[in-house]
T-cell receptor
Framework: KAGVTQTPRYLIKTRGQQVTLSCSPI?????VSWYQQTPGQGLQFLFE???????NKGNFPGRFSGRQFSNSRSEMNVSTLELGDSALYLC??????????????FGAGSRLTVL | GQQLNQSPQSMFIQEGEDVSMNCTSS?????WLWYKQDPGEGPVLLIA?????ELTSNGRLTAQFGITRKDSFLNISASIPSDVGIYFC????????????FGQGTELSVKP
């Protein structure tokens, strides 16, 4: 069974640019959550999508957005990049019912460097 | 907002020793989870706890859900070199699905 796939794994952008990250969840998982991981702030929740709708949102500015497609794949976008946006962005998927519901399985992450 | 205090921040131990780490919170959580993260990878779930007082084992790992629902601990017995990594606790409130609150992590180093 394929795991959570995130692309790209590494990318470098400059301040002011925007970036789009992609996440393919485990087959059958309909919930996708996004996290930002930095040395200073640790792992912080960005948002969760289920059935193409944002179900939960963390405390990040509006520059951070996401969406989910009908096949449960998700993308997140960061506009007007700032140096502080440099981080590992992690996607996690989960089932929403039955055994193992809400158990998050994480991808390997997309490491974003903003110069 | 909700915060988790995880301790210790780092541990340097000898192979074969037992390890204990814990998380405390000022808020109640209905689920406690323990993850391990290796360099260049995402966190991997070790143990999930769903009921106050629950004690669960996974091989050499044992974790407990505190009776007050505000704390949890993880023990690793007879540590081996591949236990090296960063361990995170995470808590969840029931109706918050994919939203986890993470501790700051415990970095474990094991000397052969």
């Amino acid at each position: 069974k394929a795991g959570v796939t995130q692309t790209p794994r590494y990318l470098i952008k400059t301040r002011g640019q925007q970036v789009t990250l992609s996440c393919s969840p485990i087959s059958g998982h309909r919930s996708v959550s996004w996290y930002q991981q930095t040395p200073g702030q640790g792992l912080q929740f960005l948002f969760e999508y289920f059935s193409e709708t944002q179900r939960n949102k963390g405390n990040f500015p509006g520059r951070f957005s996401g969406r989910q497609f009908s096949n449960s794949r998700s993308e997140m976008n960061v506009s007007t990049l700032e140096l502080g946006d440099s981080a590992l962005y992690l996607c996690a998927s989960s089932k929403t019912g039955g055994a193992g519901a809400n158990v998050l399985t994480f991808g390997a992450g997309s490491r974003l460097t903003v110069l | 907002g909700q915060q988790l205090n995880q301790s210790p921040q780092s541990m340097f131990i000898q192979e074969g020793e037992d390890v204990s780490m814990n998380c405390t919170s000022s808020s109640i959580f209905n689920t406690w989870l323990w993850y391990k993260q290796d360099p260049g990878e995402g966190p991997v779930l070790l143990i999930a706890l769903y009921k106050a007082g629950e004690l669960t084992s996974n091989g050499r790992l044992t974790a407990q859900f505190g009776i007050t629902r505000k704390d949890s601990f993880l023990n690793i017995s007879a540590s081996i070199p591949s236990d090296v990594g960063i361990y995170f606790c995470a808590g969840r409130v029931d109706n918050q699905g994919g939203k986890l609150i993470f501790g700051q992590g415990t970095e474990l180093s094991v000397k052969p």
